[in-house]
């Protein structure tokens, strides 16, 4: 925290530690006593964001022969002496010892965490080349698809779902949840959707509440001419002469009830009708009614209520494209 603060302070660019082979090997049995994974062993590297140490490939005594032969002055930190300390534990009790079983052992444990830390890399390469065919970008959320026939499938989803703030059981947890269980992390929001995780930035909910006109939310007026091809996957169709303006684009609420095209003119709470369609939470968030004098015209961008559906009398539609709604009101 300290060394953080200071480079945040002051007009430093890289920050130089002293750390030694020694440390590394009393950093590797440290870590290992805490029930670490692989990343944590080999953690102490030569860099390390702004961290540099050039050092780490001398051990500690030829440091002390360097300095004592060019007359270079150092402070020894009475605190490394005492043994209440673990590190200093293992410096000063089991190190020694396993030296004087084998005196090769410092190098023996040198080379292991040098094949640990190859190992590493390899592990990150391979882990990001997997989470191209498994994370989807939906633009308004990454969707990371969970496939159980993959070997460790836990351990997997935790190395990716690591750099989003969790920890392992959390992840495990995440993973084994049933649909809508939501974590929340410093930075992310991580949501269980069926077979996916949905994975995003903390975002406040905004409120939308105002009059528009079809130019605002990507709605283009057309005369119906006789070879219009109808695309209902991207757009929502609307009879432009079957509602009063002005009209109104607002969020859905719990009370509120519309007529959906498939039920032939029943009414249906919007909540029930977004749970039936297994519309996930993030998305809910994102839905709006568009309205006229309290009416619900269309559920965007789901679909039009059926009072406003086009039929063969309609002579002019209201046309709104469900991803230029998308990206210029709910991102």
């Not at 929340?184 to 905004?206: A, C, G, M, P, V």
């Not at 002469?241 to 095209?261: A, H, S, V």
Request: with cysteine; proline share 3%; aromatic share 10%.
């Amino acid at each position: 925290d300290f060394f953080n603060q200071l480079m945040q302070t002051q007009p430093c660019k890289y920050l130089l530690t002293a750390h030694h082979q020694d440390d590394k090997i009393e950093h590797f049995f440290l870590a290992a006593s805490r029930g670490t994974g692989l990343k944590g062993l080999v953690s102490l590297k030569p860099i390390h964001e702004y961290k540099r140490r050039p050092l780490l490939f001398l051990d500690k005594s030829q440091i002390i022969a360097f300095a004592q032969r060019n007359a270079i002055e150092y402070r020894n930190d009475l605190s490394n002496e005492s043994v209440d300390y673990t590190r200093n534990f293992i410096r000063h009790e089991i190190i020694p010892k396993m030296i004087n079983r084998d005196s090769s052992f410092s190098n023996k444990i040198s080379t292991t965490i040098s094949n640990l830390s190859a190992d590493q890399s390899l592990l990150v390469e391979l882990i990001e080349s997997k989470k191209q065919d498994l994370i989807i970008d939906r633009h308004k959320y990454l969707c990371l698809k969970l496939n159980s026939k993959i070997s460790q499938y836990n351990l997997l989803y935790y190395y990716i779902l690591r750099e989003y703030g969790l920890n392992a059981t959390q992840s495990e947890e995440l993973v084994n949840s049933k649909t809508g269980t939501l974590l929340i992390t410093n930075e992310f929001e991580l949501l269980k959707d069926r077979s996916s995780i949905l994975i995003r930035k903390i975002k406040s909910t905004t409120e939308t509440n105002a009059i528009v006109v079809p130019n605002d939310i990507g709605m283009v007026i057309n005369h119906i001419p006789d070879n219009l091809l109808f695309d209902y996957h991207s757009y929502i169709y609307i009879d432009n002469e079957l509602y009063n303006k002005p009209i109104t684009l607002r969020n859905w609420k719990n009370g509120d009830f519309f007529k959906p095209f498939g039920l032939r003119g029943a009414r249906k709470k919007v909540k029930d009708y977004l749970t039936d369609k297994k519309v996930n939470r993030f998305d809910k968030e994102d839905v709006l009614v568009l309205e006229s004098d309290k009416k619900i015209i269309a559920l965007l961008p789901l679909e039009v209520s059926y009072d406003y559906r086009i039929t063969d009398k309609t002579k002019q539609i209201l046309q709104i494209k469900k991803h230029e709604l998308t990206a210029s009101y709910l991102l």
